[in-house]
């Protein structure tokens, strides 16, 4: 598949995102997809669960490090997927992709750089780029379709002869009898299981089944509850003619950052090729480009549940955008959102959550991605801690030989390897979303504008954070540094505002701010330690 490349004013010199892809033959093509019909081997080295981005990956990597071995990979279906998620990669997990061999993989499918964040709140807007690279040039993200970089992934999975792709349903994991190890998996076909094959996996089952991993609960038992939902639509516009307001300094930016379209189709973001995060709805509101010609956006609704009934649902949604885009400051993205809420049939909504990892004390089988732990969308990080996981685990296997006992030290380190990094994605996901969304307290109010008022600052005060979202910056004590560097300065605009009070009032109402930031972090850095 080739998709027609709009003016292309801004290719990505690190990650391509023009030119062809060496894969492309296999992009549509079924030739090498088995059916459940079909006679399949009774065993395979390594077994892999789910063809998603993560799947398809880990399957890619395991067939070149591994050229001798035999591996399946078992995908419902192999059509193209829909989702309204997972259709921004960060600058970490394009590096990720490059360690793979896969670092041209958003060739050919119209995808977009992302040079770093816009973000407006209470009428103010700032820009945070991502970091510079050691060759001095800023790094770079990208923005796709999700199910054409799946497409991509699995079309190199399916290039590689010693790959199996088999369209099938995973039932059931097989295990010993008494024990509890993981030594393969019973399929059924893929709209029907009424016949039932059993696959044994000589060396390793991976469970890379997503976010609404099937096996999740084999590991991790806890039931999961919803953080929010994100209700989603796209905009479709021109591409755009120039790129003057591709990037910017860091930190804030004047008021009338760009001037208006000049022409009702053209691209209404502030900042194209650029994520924008609107704070000021009823929870975060999302944009970035799938295409020259397509944005994509995520109105973020608090709470475990939506409205059963689909008027109020969308009424809510238009309150929210109308809210975080107000016509005053953006006419036109204004207008165009309302007629994209008005004019959707459907909103498609995805439900989000905070699963922390669990250790992996089962022997004979591994679980990756989203199936192992899943962190608020907001910051869109699921992706690159997910394919750096694959990182750490393919430089564990080449270290140790095949035997159970060798089998757990490598989970352990491999454990212990991957944990900076998913800290700090995770943690700053569901934190931010637990700042930016929450009921309108005092505290909470304040924290919101000290953190805006601290990310405005530019240099490291913009910069850190940013290497924070792109997953650049792997440190959880400098995350905690900064978070409690913007708690600090609550409490000094607190000290410091007459209006909140005399003195001792608020004395005591700044150490109840610096609690409340507390209780915000803490408690997601310690989950995510656990294991």
């Not at 591996?71 to 921004?88: C, F, H, N, T, Y």
């Not at 601290?454 to 997953?471: C, D, I, V």
């Not at 009070?501 to 656990?530: H, K, Y």
Request: aromatic fraction near 8%; charge should be neutral.
């Amino acid at each position: 598949m080739t998709v027609p490349e709009y003016l292309p004013l801004d290719e990505n010199e690190d990650w391509p995102t023009h030119g062809e892809y060496e894969y492309t033959a296999y992009y549509h093509s079924r030739r090498q997809v088995h059916e459940f019909s079909e006679q399949l081997s009774p065993s395979f080295d390594y077994i892999v669960i789910g063809a998603g981005p993560i799947g398809a990956a880990l399957a890619f990597k395991l067939s070149t490090d591994h050229p001798d071995h035999q591996i399946l990979i078992v995908e419902k279906s192999w059509d193209e997927p829909d989702r309204i998620v997972g259709e921004l990669m960060q600058p970490a997990g394009c590096q990720a992709l490059e360690l793979l061999g896969l670092g041209r993989v958003f060739s050919g499918i119209g995808a977009v750089p992302v040079h770093g964040y816009y973000i407006a709140y209470g009428g103010k807007q700032l820009y945070v780029p991502y970091p510079l690279n050691p060759n001095g040039k800023p790094f770079r993200g990208v923005s796709f379709h999700h199910g054409r970089l799946v497409m991509n992934l699995r079309a190199a999975c399916k290039s590689r002869s010693n790959i199996t792709c088999l369209e099938a349903s995973v039932v059931d994991l097989i295990r010993d009898s008494g024990v509890s190890a993981i030594r393969g998996v019973r399929v059924g076909a893929a709209r029907d299981n009424k016949e039932i094959k059993e696959v044994t996996a000589r060396r390793i089952t991976f469970v890379c089944d997503g976010i609404s991993s099937q096996f999740r609960k084999v590991l991790n038992p806890e039931p999961v509850a919803l953080i929010s939902h994100f209700c989603g639509l796209v905009l479709e516009h021109e591409p755009v003619s120039t790129a003057d307001h591709f990037t910017g300094p860091a930190g804030a930016i004047p008021a009338s950052l760009r001037a208006d379209p000049c022409t009702q189709k053209e691209n209404p973001l502030p900042m194209p090729h650029n994520g924008h995060v609107l704070l000021d709805g009823l929870g975060p509101v999302l944009l970035y480009q799938m295409s020259e010609r397509e944005t994509r956006v995520l109105a973020d609704i608090p709470g475990p549940t939506l409205p059963s009934d689909g008027s109020q649902l969308r009424a809510l949604v238009r309150e929210s955008l109308s809210r975080a885009a107000p016509k005053q400051m953006y006419p036109a993205l204004h207008s165009r959102l309302m007629d994209a809420v008005d004019g959707t049939q459907r909103l498609r909504c995805i439900g989000s959550k905070f699963i922390p990892a669990t250790a992996n004390r089962i022997p004979g089988a591994i679980w990756i991605g989203d199936a192992l732990n899943v962190r608020h969308p907001l910051t869109g990080g699921g992706m690159t801690v997910g394919l750096w996981d694959i990182v750490h685990l393919c430089k564990q296997m080449a270290k140790e030989e095949h035997s159970p006992r060798a089998l757990n030290r490598m989970t352990a380190q491999w454990q212990w390897d991957r944990r900076s990094r998913a800290l700090v994605v995770n943690t700053l996901s569901v934190a931010l979303h637990a700042l930016f969304a929450a009921a309108d307290s005092p505290d909470m109010c304040l924290l919101r504008d000290a953190c805006f008022s601290y990310l405005s600052r530019g240099s490291f005060y913009t910069m850190h954070p940013s290497g924070f979202l792109s997953g650049l910056f792997p440190s959880p004590l400098l995350l905690l540094f900064h978070f409690f560097s913007v708690a600090i300065l609550a409490v000094t605009m607190r000290l410091g505002d007459p209006k909140a009070g005399i003195l001792p009032i608020r004395c005591l109402s700044a150490a109840r701010t610096l609690w409340v930031a507390a209780c915000v972090i803490l408690p997601f850095m310690w989950r995510e330690l656990q294991p």
